[in-house]
């Protein structure tokens, strides 16, 4: 038998009960799955950690991305939908910048339990 495999077969009811008061609804979990998923992509990585450094346009994030404005627009529209980035207008300039402090707790969050392992 492998170790990560139970061999019981009782229910700790009690343990169970608890546990399922405290679940989310499905339709909040499925919410959040969606939310990480946005996530799991290196080139929105990168964009996010572009943000949390400063405010930026276009141009600025595909330099530093080193990719086209074309592939920074797309990835933005997501993260827009997404509610993680806004975006301000000053005269022609479009500039971005992270929705809000979370975002930038979520990844960085992230990043030490990476670097502990």
Known sequence: MEDNICECTVIHEETVKKVKKTMPEDGLIYDLAEFFKVFADSTR???IYALMEDELCVCD???IVKTTQ???SHQLRILKQSKLVKYRKEGKVVYYSLDDEHIAQIVKKGREHIEEL
Do not use: P
Request: hydrophobic fraction near 65%; aromatic fraction near 0%; avoid cysteine.
């Open 61 to 63: 994030i595909a330099n």
């Open 45 to 47: 990585m990168k964009i």
């Open 70 to 72: 074309s592939a920074i």
